[in-house]
């Protein structure tokens, strides 16, 4: 299995799923970590890179980071916003919002099965 980890540095986790520089692709194989793999973010809209806030009624697609993470089976970030969490979990893909900062932190916690969930952390758009 896949899980892709929000990630700017490639070591902590990042604040904003859809602002992310890129994403820690980690596969698992039988409860252990094979490999980990870096996927710069192309394809998240262009205002989620600038740094530019969403105002009400602004509707952009899911779609390519989507596509982009299809492959994953989880996706960890310490913040995301409300519409991309519901339909990552509308594609099969559980979204996790955590307050561990560390990718391989949040790595063995997944793995041993105490990652938390903090849908409550997530930013309404």
């Known amino acids: 299995m896949k899980v892709g980890i929000a990630s700017d540095d490639k070591q902590s986790i990042a604040n904003h799923f859809g602002r992310t520089r890129g994403f820690i692709i980690a596969e698992l194989v039988e409860g252990e970590l094979k490999s980990k793999d870096y996927r ?5 809209h262009h205002s989620h890179q600038g740094g530019h806030e969403h105002r009400g ?3 952009h697609s899911h779609a390519p980071i989507l596509e982009a993470l299809k492959d994953c089976q ?13 339909d990552l979990h509308n594609a099969d893909i559980e979204a996790i919002i955590t307050d561990i900062a560390g990718v391989d932190e949040a790595i063995a916690a997944y793995i041993g099965g105490s990652l938390v ?3 409550e952390k997530g930013c309404v758009h």
């Open 40 to 44: 710069p973010n192309n394809f998240t």
């Open 74 to 86: 989880v996706v960890i970030s310490r913040g995301m916003g409300k519409r991309i969490y519901d």
């Open 117 to 119: 969930d903090n849908p």
């Open 57 to 59: 009624g602004h509707n």
